[in-house]
């Protein structure tokens, strides 16, 4: 299994099409992608007003690119209000799961309301987990998950009150290792650049990749070089980190959401 990390060039200008921009910077991977290969967007990418669209632009991506893929997030009106929600779709452009974000961020609060699940699916028979942006932040929701992860999957959207994103890569990045370590899984996050245009908003670009399994501290998070990164997934040397925690006492029984302390 590859996982695909994104870090377009988006844009909250009136009238940008941002599901445009991600189909031309992924369809030259076309060629390298597999059935259980993944592709992770970033959240709320897709500005537009409409559920269909979103949904059968993301059944359409992962049909072109003959993998998975993890959609983001959008805005999805219910009732009189809206939830920030994403879909994933298989390679044969069937949408096989959903996911919610439970807690809205900051003035993000003022627009949509507070969602109910998270994303669960499993991949090439490996378990994913699906958590919008602040949501992984908050240890407790990976206690509510049916059985630990394999994969981490956080599609962000890193806004910061700092004048430069050095402050905020940091705390992502310590974070990633730390979940990643923690919870024996690879964790991947997709984010929007620094200085992405229009709203007013400053995400810090933020996308990269955490290996638990790295034998320096240098390879502990990776950063997307660029807009996108491809990233293998050893799970065999995933497994052996798993096994080496429990031997010593501190990591769980596999398959379950108990830990050992």
Known sequence: MKLVLTQPELSF??????????RELLLPLAAELRADDV????????????????????????????????GGSHH???????????????????????????RPYAEERGRVEPGGSFGEVTIGGKRLLILICADFW???????????PDLVLVPAFSVS???????????????????????????GVSDWPY????????????????DPTALTPHDLFRGIDGVVGVFPLDFAALDAFRADRMTRGFFW?????????
Do not use: M
Request: net charge positive; with cysteine.
């Open 161 to 187: 009150r700092k004048p430069t994103p050095d402050y905020s890569r940091a705390l992502w990045q310590h974070l990633a290792v730390t979940r990643a370590y923690e919870f024996g899984a690879y964790v």
């Open 138 to 148: 908050f240890s407790d929701v990976f206690y509510r998950a049916s059985a630990l």
């Open 39 to 70: 592709v992770l967007l970033p959240e709320h990418f897709d500005l537009a007003e409409s559920r269909a669209k979103y949904e059968a632009g993301i059944a359409e991506l992962a049909r072109a690119l003959g993998c998975h893929v993890v």
């Open 195 to 210: 200085r992405a245009t229009g709203g007013g908003y400053s995400p810090s670009g933020v996308a990269g990749f955490a």
């Open 76 to 102: 999805e009106a219910r009732g009189a209000g809206k939830v920030n929600t994403g879909v994933v779709a298989n390679d044969r452009g069937e949408l096989i799961a959903a996911y919610e974000k439970l």
């Open 13 to 22: 200008d009136p009238g940008s099409d941002n599901g445009a921009r991600v």
């Open 253 to 261: 029984k596999t398959g379950t959401t108990t830990r050992r302390t």
